[in-house]
């Protein structure tokens, strides 16, 4: 798996109290990392961090990781720094992508583009695999609070649900689900495919990603798996997935 991990600066967002990017990178490494060292280099995962400007870990990050990650300076460790400078949210996600797409890789190779404001629990990285081998185009770890609000800002969720097909896998149950953020999951050859609709939604201030995925699933039939519960957590006060204590997990617990 290759995962991009996109740093940036942010503002104006309802926090917890215990919110912090560098919790959030630590807890990243931990899951995405440390217990891949004892694997064959094959299958470790490949890490891709993209850094918008200077945002407040930047400086520290380098140790944060190489605590987490002992073999960071070693030539197999396949992890790579790309420095942007756009500060803007759209057009930092679409350099984002386009790093991605111009890796020599597979075209079944599974990408994760991931925001630096998210938390997983253990097993998120085998969630992902999961729900692409059960044939979803799409992969998001995040239980979306909009799917279960009553009203809901999202147009397609009714009565505090939405109409979707579950399927129980080997670790979890999954459903198909409408959309989701920016922060998602997906087989090479189908962002390649994809890439005209996805750019065309990162022409604004912000990336539009409800009518991303509405046009993708209108054009191209592509569908999004989401576990239940969530495997992770954007970290906003009112949008965190249920039924996880995330305090516990942002704090080591």
């Known amino acids: 798996m290759q995962i991009i991990y996109r740093l940036c600066g942010s503002k104006g967002k309802d926090r917890p109290d215990w919110f ?82 111009s890796l020599h890789l597979r075209y079944d190779e599974i990408l994760y583009f991931l925001e630096d404001d998210y938390l997983h629990v253990p097993g998120a990285d085998m969630a992902i695999e999961e729900g692409i081998a059960l044939g979803y185009d799409y992969v998001t770890c995040y239980d979306h609070p909009d799917k279960h609000m009553d009203p809901s800002p999202n147009p397609l969720v009714t009565g505090g649900g939405e109409v979707a097909r579950v399927r129980c896998g080997p670790l979890t149950h999954w459903k198909e689900t409408n959309s989701t953020t920016m922060t998602f999951a997906v087989k090479r050859g189908t962002l390649v495919k994809d890439w005209p609709i996805i750019n065309a939604h990162l022409a604004g201030e912000y990336p539009w990603d409800f009518k991303m995925f509405q ?39």
């Open 215 to 253: 046009e993708l699933n209108r054009a191209r039939h592509r569908r999004i798996g989401s576990p239940m519960p969530g495997y992770s957590t954007h970290v906003e006060q009112k949008w965190l997935s249920p039924l996880v204590d995330w305090e516990g997990v942002a704090c080591g617990g």
């Open 20 to 101: 912090s990017k560098e919790k959030c990178l630590e807890n990243f490494l931990q899951v995405f990392g440390n217990h891949r060292l004892g694997l064959p280099r094959e299958d470790w995962h490949a890490l891709h961090f993209v850094v918008d400007g200077p945002c407040s870990i930047v400086d520290a990050m380098p140790k944060v990781i190489s605590d987490r990650l002992s073999d960071i300076d070693s030539p197999g460790r396949p992890v790579s720094f790309h420095h942007i400078n756009e500060r803007h949210n759209a057009r930092a996600c679409r350099r984002a992508f386009a790093y991605a797409l």
